[in-house]
T-cell receptor, first 114, second 111 residues
Framework: ETGVTQSPTHLIKTRGQQVTLRCSSQ?????VSWYQQALGQGPQFIFQ???????GRGNFPPRFSGLQFPNYSSELNVNALELDDSALYLC?????????????FGPGTRLTVL | RKEVEQDPGPFNVPEGATVAFNCTYS??????FFWYRQDCRKEPKLLMS???SGNEDGRFTAQLNRASQYISLLIRDSKLSDSATYLC????????????FGTGTSLTVIP
C-alpha cells in the first residue's frame, strides 16, 4: 500500500450540489496532486499543492478548488456539480527531490452525480 | 492534440507471450517518464520509471526514444496476473510536477 488515503470511498450527489473530497498524503510527502478519471480514460490533472500553495493547475473551471493543510493533507472542493463530474477522483502524493518525482496514488473517491 | 497518446488495445495474449506497448508524447520539453499499472476499479500503481538509457526490471523493459518522442514497455513471459491497463505518463519540465497520462492500454493474458 502507498500510505495515501482518501475519503469517502463513494459518494452520490445531485446536480447543483457541492462536494468535498479529502486526501492524506504519504508520510514525508509535501506535495499532493488531484486527478479526475472518467470511465475509459486516463487520469486528468486538476491541480497540485506544494507546501500549502497551489503549484500548477490543469484545464478545469474555477468551481474546482482545493487547499492543503500544514500536515500536507488536502481537500478538493467542487461546486455546482454537473453530470459530467461523475468520475473517480484520485489524489497522489510525492516528495519532489529530483528528476524522477514519482507520484503515489490513493484508492480514489468514486463520485456519482445524478 | 493530446499530450500523450497510446493505443487503447485491447491486447489479448496467451500466457508466456511477449507483448509490447508504445506511447508517444507531443511536448519535446517532457522531462521524466513513467509506466503505471491500473487494475479494474483500482488506483494507478507505479510500475517503473523510464530512464534515458532504458531500464529493465525482471520481465519488464522500458525504453525511451527522445528523438522520436516515444516510450515503450516490453513484457516478457506474460503471466495471468499481468492483466491490467498500462498507463504511459510524462512530466513536463517547469510544470510543477504535473503528470500527463495516456488513456491506457488494456492487456488481458489468456490461459
Amino acid at each position: 500500500e502507498t500510505g495515501v488515503t482518501q475519503s469517502p470511498t463513494h459518494l452520490i450527489k445531485t446536480r447543483g450540489q457541492q462536494v468535498t473530497l479529502r486526501c492524506s498524503s504519504q508520510s514525508g510527502h509535501n506535495t499532493v496532486s488531484w486527478y479526475q478519471q472518467a470511465l475509459g480514460q486516463g487520469p486528468q490533472f486538476i491541480f497540485q499543492y506544494y507546501r500549502e500553495e497551489e503549484n500548477g493547475r490543469g484545464n478545469f473551471p474555477p468551481r474546482f478548488s482545493g487547499l492543503q493543510f500544514p500536515n500536507y493533507s488536502s481537500e478538493l472542493n467542487v461546486n455546482a456539480l454537473e453530470l459530467d463530474d461523475s468520475a473517480l477522483y484520485l489524489c497522489a502524493s510525492s516528495q519532489p527531490t529530483g528528476l524522477f518525482n514519482e507520484q503515489f496514488f490513493g484508492p480514489g473517491t468514486r463520485l456519482t452525480v445524478l | 492534440r493530446k499530450e500523450v497518446e497510446q493505443d487503447p488495445g485491447p491486447f489479448n495474449v496467451p500466457e508466456g507471450a511477449t507483448v509490447a506497448f508504445n506511447c508517444t508524447y507531443s511536448n519535446s520539453a517532457s522531462q521524466s517518464f513513467f509506466w503505471y499499472r491500473q487494475d479494474c476499479r483500482k488506483e494507478p500503481k507505479l510500475l517503473m520509471s523510464v530512464y534515458s538509457s532504458g531500464n529493465e526490471d525482471g520481465r519488464f523493459t522500458a525504453q525511451l526514444n527522445r528523438a522520436s518522442q516515444y516510450i515503450s514497455l516490453l513484457i516478457r513471459d506474460s503471466k495471468l496476473s499481468d492483466s491490467a491497463t498500462y498507463l504511459c505518463v510524462v512530466n513536463l519540465a517547469n510544470t510543477g510536477n504535473q503528470f500527463y497520462f495516456g488513456t491506457g492500454t488494456s492487456l488481458t493474458v489468456i490461459p
